[in-house]
C-alpha cells in the first residue's frame, strides 16, 4: 500500500533555494564583469576577434 512521504521542513527549503539563488547571483555578476572587459577591451582571458582583424582576412 501506498504510504505518503515525509513533509519536507520550510528551512530546508529555504535553504535549498537560497543556495540555488546565489550560484545564480555569482553567476549573473562573472557574466557581467566579462561583458564589462570585452567592450572597454580590456579583456585577455576572453578570445574575441574585433571588426579589424576580421577586415584583414577577407
Known amino acids: 500500500m501506498a504510504v ?18 546565489r550560484k545564480a547571483r555569482l553567476e549573473a555578476q562573472k557574466a557581467l564583469s566579462l561583458g564589462k572587459s570585452v567592450l572597454t577591451q580590456r579583456s585577455h582571458s576572453f578570445v ?8 584583414e582576412e577577407d
Do not use: I, V
Request: proline content about 8%; aromatic content about 8%.
Open 4 to 21: 505518503p512521504k515525509k513533509r519536507t521542513s520550510k528551512s530546508k527549503t529555504k535553504m535549498r533555494k537560497s543556495q540555488w539563488k
Open 48 to 55: 574575441y576577434p574585433s571588426a579589424e582583424e576580421e577586415e
